[in-house]
């Protein structure tokens, strides 16, 4: 039973008073007895159990208990209410921004490298990892021979190695990771053309990389080490050079 939503008809205006105290005090309301409600609303406890009676609850406890219930759901509500609206925020925050503009010039000089390429090859760990297989599929769905790596250990496919011009596609957040710099230098001295996707163009991996693009939003970090930034940017950054892939 929602008790803001009750037909206050028949009520007195004492009850009408200790209704309107209830609602406005729920904390109140769960945490002191009848008595000191009775106080703090200057009426007496059996004025206070004929308006519960009223609303709907046979105890004073039934009422508490709905209540704590009620409190429960609307914190839940909340917090869910609150983590959606950071995400769309975090997601306009990147959106509001003339986006044609800021990738003007990569966009061109991507689809100059891409025109000549026989594979593309996609590099990343963890999050950036799962990325780079998504950025692999993309490519493949525009006609583009595309392979994945999320092990900077395991060797790359010996048609790769012999293909002549060559695109190592490397995601990271930070763009400090060690294993994929250091994985980015030595395509770049095999050949490789290095584009980096990274949440800012001062990392050692944009610099190291002949394209970069970057999203710059508010980095994440929760338990010290766990990096939550968001990647619906970066998802925006593969579908869109899938796209221009195709051409």
């Not at 803001?4 to 309107?20: Q, S, V």
């Amino acid at each position: 039973m929602d008790y803001t939503m009750i037909d206050l008809k028949g009520f007195t205006p004492t009850e009408i008073l200790i209704y309107n105290y209830l609602i406005d005090h729920p904390d109140e309301a769960l945490t002191l007895s009848i008595r000191q409600l009775g106080s703090a609303i200057h009426v007496s406890s059996a004025s206070i159990i004929r308006c519960i009676k009223k609303m709907g609850y046979d105890s004073f406890y039934e009422f508490k208990f709905n209540l704590k219930q009620q409190q429960l759901a609307l914190q839940t509500k909340k917090l869910e209410s609150n983590y959606d609206t950071e995400v769309i925020d975090l997601a306009s925050n990147f959106f509001n921004r003339p986006l044609l503009q800021q990738y003007s010039s990569e966009l061109t000089a991507f689809k100059k490298l891409i025109s000549n390429a026989e594979n593309v090859l996609f590099f990343g760990i963890g999050t950036s990892g799962i990325l780079a297989q998504y950025g692999a599929r993309q490519f493949s769905n525009f006609g583009v021979n595309s392979v994945y790596n999320i092990d900077p250990f395991y060797p790359l496919p010996q048609k790769i190695h012999n293909d002549t011009n060559q695109i190592a596609i490397m995601l990271s957040v930070s763009g400090e990771t060690p294993e994929i710099v250091n994985r980015a230098i030595s395509l770049k001295a095999e050949g490789f053309h290095v584009i980096s996707i990274t949440n800012n163009n001062y990392s050692t991996l944009a610099k190291v990389s002949e394209l970069n693009f970057s999203y710059n939003i508010k980095p994440e970090i929760i338990k010290e080490t766990l990096n939550i930034t968001t990647q619906i940017p970066v998802i925006f950054i593969l579908e869109s050079l899938a796209r221009n892939a195709k051409d």
